[in-house]
């Protein structure tokens, strides 16, 4: 369908002033279309590089907005995600290229099929990468789905089938029509602020693919500093100048797989020392050589190493709380797997390729994992 066939394109709603805290709460900072690093003024029906037509939002990050449009030359939809200008933005298609070069299965990885370039009223140069429309992260899942969970895992996207339409006013039956407000730039022009879709159980594909390699490294890169955000999800090695490895990796995934076990996330602080805290206070004490080795906000504590600590809310409470209605083998199934990826010690940490064979995952994955 182009422009011409579609004479009274439908952009979506502007909202009254009663619900524009809603828009403004899921949507982008407001802030960030005026200071720091800027994203680029988008109106949903703006037509970028002559061929995408921008019909809803998907979501944001800290390093763009990512949009749904239509590409009126192929007729499919994409995902566009619009990074803020500058260096910022430029690592995640450097990684992009390597993984298309280096990995041979992507299945399960979002790559990119196309970038160019828009330029701001700036004259800034914003990299936009094509993606195709994945649905969901299993965040906003959670949240939707009214769990205690305040997820900010937002790089794990379920599958949507959105495949053979083509007119906007369907999509938007399906997805939600725009919800959206204005923003008034410096420049004179106009930017929307846009509620991103919602999107129903029943348009959700049993698949889900790993997207977002803007901070990705190669192992053995040296990085600083060697903690990301969010600080919930990352490895206690990685706040004592350990660099990030597989290693860490496993941890984070176990905190994802506590998270969907257990209904709320371990650790969810939002600063390193208070993370820190938590950890020790599920797990026990922190290895004693690691011992002035912390690094970030404040000196730590040196109670985290004090050996005699014990944990004041263990995991296996935790777990009890959490689901009282599993047997007692599935949680000592549950209690083995998720001590073993959170074992302290980065050396000592299952591997992959072990958590795979191992029989506590397998048994868990055989209840959960069909
Ligand atoms: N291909 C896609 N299909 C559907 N939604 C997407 C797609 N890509 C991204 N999104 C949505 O946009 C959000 C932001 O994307 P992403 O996390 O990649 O941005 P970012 O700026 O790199 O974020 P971060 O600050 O985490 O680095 C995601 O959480 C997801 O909801």
Redesign the pocket.
Known sequence: MSLEDNPLPDYGDFVGSNDKFEVEDLAEPRERYFQGLLYYPICIGDVLDQRYRIEHK???????T?W?AYNMQTKCDV?L?I?VPGSEGEN?PNMQNEIILNVQDTSNL?TYKNSFYVRDYNSQNHLVLV???????L??CFRQMSTSAHLNN??V?WG?CLSNIYDTDTKYKYLGRPQKSKVYLRSGSIAEMVA?IIVSKDLLRETVCL??F??AIRPGTSVTPKFH?PVGYCAPELFHDMEPGFSSDIWSYMCLCSELYLGFRLFWSTGSPAIVSEIVDVLGSLPEHWKGYYRDLGTGDDSWYDQSRKPSDPLQAMIMRARPEIGNTERSHVLSMMSKGFCYLPESRLSAEELQQDASFRAIMEIYGR
């Not at 998907?58 to 763009?64: D, F, N, V």
Request: charged fraction near 15%; avoid cysteine; proline fraction near 9%.
């Open positions: 998907l979501g944001h990050g800290g390093y763009s990512v749904m995902a995600k990074h995640e979002l993606f195709p429309v994945w649905g969901p992260s965040g906003s937002r790089n996207m949507i991103p997207d977002d803007g901070h955000s």
